[in-house]
C-alpha cells in the first residue's frame, strides 16, 4: 500500500504544480499588465491553488482512475484467484500492469501446455486404436472363420481357437501396458519405497519367464553367482516390472539358443548398476535414440508374432526416472544389446 500511495501522490503533485505554475504565470502577466504586481498576493494564490489542484487531482485519480483499475484487477484477479488472492489488492498502476503482463504470460504458457497436452492425446488416441485394430481383427478373423463352417472340423477348430486366444491375451496384455503408462504419465506414480534384495526381485523374474525362454531355447542366467543379498531401495514391484520387460525383450529379440545374462555391479556414491545383456539380433544405431518413446518400435510391420505393444521400454524408463535413476542402453546390430540401469543401495 505504501507503494502505491507513493505513486499516487506523485501524479497529484506533478499535476499540481503544472496548474500552479500555468496559473502563476499567467496572474503574474496579469498583473503586471494592469501594473499592479502583488508578491504577497501571487504567493498567496500560488499555494492556494496548489493546494486546491492537489487535492481536487488526488480526488479524482483515485475516484475514477483507481476506482476502475481496481475493478480491473479485481476482475482479473477473479479469473485467476490462485494467483492473486495471496497479494493485497492495490490501486497502484505499476503493480496491476506487472500483475496484468504476469496473468497474460502465465494465461499463454497455460495454453501452449494445453496445445501440447492435447497434440500428445491426439497422437495417443491414434497410437492405442491402431495397437488394438491388429489382434482385434485376427481374433474377429478366426471367429468369422469358424462360424464359416471351420469349426465342423475338429481340426482347424482347435487352431483357429488358440490363435484367437493368443490374438485376446495380445490385446490384453496391450490394455495392461496402456493402463500402466496412463498411469505413470498422469504423473500419480506413488512410489512405494522399501529395502528389498535386488538378487531375490531378478530370480523372481527368471522363474516367472523361464517357461517363456526355453521355448527358444534361451538361457536366462546371473554373470556369477550371488549368494548374498544385495540390499537396494526402491519400489520393489515396479523394478520387478523394469527387470521382467528388459528380460522379456532379451527373449523377445534373442536368438534361439542365445543367453540372457544379468549382473549387479557397484558404483560409486552408493549405487549399483543392473545390466541385462543379449546376444541377440541388436539394434542399428539409428533407432537407439527413439527406443523409449512410447509405441516406438523398430519393425513397424508389426506381423512379427513376438511384436509387443511398444510400450515396453517407455514405462521402464518412466519408472527408473521416477526413481531418480539411470538407464542407458548399448547395442551392437547383429551382436546382442544391453540394458542397465541405477539403483540406490541400501548399506
Ligand atoms: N533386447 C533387445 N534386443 C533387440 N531389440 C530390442 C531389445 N529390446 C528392445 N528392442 C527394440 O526396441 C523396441 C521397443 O521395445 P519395447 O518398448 O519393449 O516395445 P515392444 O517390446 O513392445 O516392441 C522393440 O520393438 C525392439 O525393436
Ligand atoms: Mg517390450
Known amino acids: 500500500m505504501a507503494i502505491s500511495f507513493k505513486k499516487t501522490y506523485k501524479f497529484a503533485v506533478k499535476s499540481a504544480f503544472y496548474i500552479t505554475f500555468f496559473?502563476?504565470?499567467?496572474?503574474?502577466?496579469?498583473?503586471?499588465?494592469?501594473?499592479?504586481?502583488?508578491?504577497?498576493?501571487?504567493?498567496?494564490?500560488?499555494?492556494?491553488?496548489?493546494?486546491?489542484?492537489?487535492?481536487?487531482?488526488?480526488?479524482?485519480?483515485?475516484?475514477?482512475?483507481?476506482?476502475?483499475?481496481?475493478?480491473?484487477?479485481?476482475?482479473?484477479?477473479?479469473?485467476?484467484?490462485?494467483?492473486?488472492?495471496?497479494?493485497?489488492?492495490?490501486?497502484?498502476?505499476?503493480?496491476?500492469?506487472?500483475?496484468?503482463k504476469k496473468f497474460a504470460t502465465d494465461k499463454k504458457l497455460e495454453i501452449e501446455t494445453l496445445k501440447v497436452r492435447e497434440e500428445y492425446r491426439r497422437e495417443f488416441l491414434g497410437n492405442v486404436s491402431h495397437e488394438l485394430k491388429t489382434p482385434l481383427f485376427t481374433v474377429q478373423g478366426y471367429i468369422s472363420t469358424l462360424l464359416d463352417g471351420a469349426a465342423n472340423d475338429k481340426v482347424l477348430r482347435k487352431k483357429y481357437l488358440e490363435r484367437a486366444e493368443k490374438?485376446?491375451?495380445?490385446?490384453?496384455?496391450?490394455?495392461?501396458?496402456?493402463?500402466?503408462?496412463?498411469?505413470?504419465?498422469?504423473?500419480?506414480?506413488?512410489?512405494?519405497?522399501?529395502?528389498?534384495?535386488?538378487?531375490e526381485t531378478i530370480k523372481n523374474v527368471f522363474d516367472l519367464l523361464e517357461m517363456r525362454a526355453s521355448k527358444k531355447k534361451i538361457t536366462l542366467t546371473f554373470d556369477t553367482n550371488y549368494s548374498k543379498p544385495?540390499?537396494?531401495?526402491?519400489?520393489?514391484?515396479?523394478?520387478q516390472q523394469v527387470v521382467t520387460n528388459l528380460v522379456m525383450n532379451s527373449i523377445k529379440y534373442g536368438k534361439e539358443g542365445g543367453t540372457t545374462e544379468v549382473s549387479i555391479e557397484n558404483l560409486i556414491n552408493n549405487k549399483v548398476i543392473i545390466r541385462i545383456t543379449d546376444n541377440g539380433e541388436g539394434?542399428?544405431?539409428?533407432?537407439?535414440?527413439?527406443?523409449?518413446?512410447?509405441?516406438?518400435?523398430?519393425?513397424?510391420?508389426?506381423?512379427?508374432?513376438?511384436?509387443?505393444?511398444?510400450?515396453?521400454?517407455?514405462?521402464?524408463?518412466?519408472?527408473?526416472?521416477?526413481?531418480?535413476?539411470?538407464?542407458?542402453?548399448?547395442?551392437?546390430?547383429?551382436?546382442?544389446s544391453e540394458f542397465s540401469f541405477t539403483l540406490e543401495k541400501q548399506k
Open 23 to 100: 496559473s502563476m504565470v499567467f496572474l503574474t502577466l496579469l498583473l503586471y499588465y494592469f501594473n499592479q504586481v502583488n508578491y504577497v498576493l501571487i504567493t498567496v494564490f500560488t499555494i492556494s491553488i496548489y493546494l486546491f489542484s492537489f487535492f481536487v487531482v488526488q480526488y479524482r485519480v483515485e475516484r475514477f482512475i483507481y476506482r476502475r483499475v481496481k475493478k480491473i484487477y479485481d476482475d482479473v484477479s477473479l479469473l485467476d484467484s490462485t494467483t492473486f488472492r495471496s497479494q493485497p489488492i492495490t490501486t497502484d498502476m505499476a503493480t496491476l500492469t506487472k500483475e496484468v
Open 167 to 199: 490374438g485376446v491375451e495380445r490385446l490384453i496384455y496391450i490394455v495392461k501396458d496402456l493402463d500402466m503408462i496412463t498411469k505413470l504419465e498422469t504423473g500419480d506414480l506413488n512410489l512405494d519405497y522399501s529395502i528389498f534384495d535386488i538378487v
Open 230 to 239: 544385495i540390499y537396494v531401495r526402491a519400489d520393489q514391484e515396479k523394478i
Open 283 to 336: 539394434i542399428q544405431k539409428q533407432h537407439i535414440p527413439r527406443l523409449f518413446e512410447r509405441f516406438y518400435r523398430v519393425d513397424k510391420s508389426g506381423a512379427r508374432s513376438e511384436g509387443g505393444s511398444g510400450l515396453g521400454l517407455a514405462i521402464v524408463k518412466h519408472i527408473i526416472e521416477g526413481h531418480n535413476e539411470k538407464i542407458y542402453v548399448e547395442s551392437q546390430f547383429g551382436v546382442g
